[in-house]
């Protein structure tokens, strides 16, 4: 099942891919407000479980214990529906990525295909790093693909742009 708030900018789904996936979204690349409300959503939500004697799994190694190996750690994807007509097409697309630790999807989610070349860029890691970092490292990056991209769009190299792994 999916439960949601009245804006419906904050969902629960149970029984997904993990045990649950909590979701902050909005329009508009406001992330300080996304995260904020995925932090006041979650903490709501787990203060629930434990008022009736339950919590999430987590160890003091691994951190939280999910089903799906890619999400242990932190268990937060970060992700921005970006277009990028010129980067995504750029032979350099994905190790940029890697060197960011960022990933693309599409906008389908896991094993999908961007189309009309937009994107799901998200942390690729969830382990080792705090959901600040991980959260700071998605806005550092989309803020660099922009730049790339339109440095692109104005014919310019990007070369001195790219990060060096």
Not at 54 to 81: D, K, Q
Not at 150 to 158: A, N, V
Request: charged share 25%; proline share 2%; with cysteine.
């Amino acid at each position: 099942g999916i439960w949601h708030n009245q804006e419906k900018n904050f969902l629960v789904w149970v029984n997904e891919e993990d045990h649950i996936r909590v979701i902050s979204m909005q329009k508009g690349g406001n992330m300080k407000e996304v995260f904020s409300r995925f932090c006041e959503g979650l903490n709501s939500f787990e203060s629930a479980m434990k008022s009736a004697n339950n919590e999430f799994m987590w160890n003091e190694h691994l951190g939280y214990i999910l089903t799906c190996p890619s999400n242990l750690g932190t268990g937060i994807r970060a992700g921005v529906h970006m277009k990028l007509p010129l980067l995504g097409k750029d032979d350099r697309f994905v190790s940029i990525l890697k060197s960011l630790q960022l990933q693309k999807r599409g906008t389908g989610g896991v094993d999908t295909a961007a189309t009309d070349c937009v994107f799901d860029v998200s942390n690729s890691d969830c382990l080792g790093y705090s959901e600040i970092e991980l959260v700071q490292k998605v806005i550092d990056g989309v803020n660099l693909l922009v730049e790339m991209e339109k440095g692109l769009e104005q014919g310019k190299s990007i070369k001195n742009l790219i990060p060096k792994s």
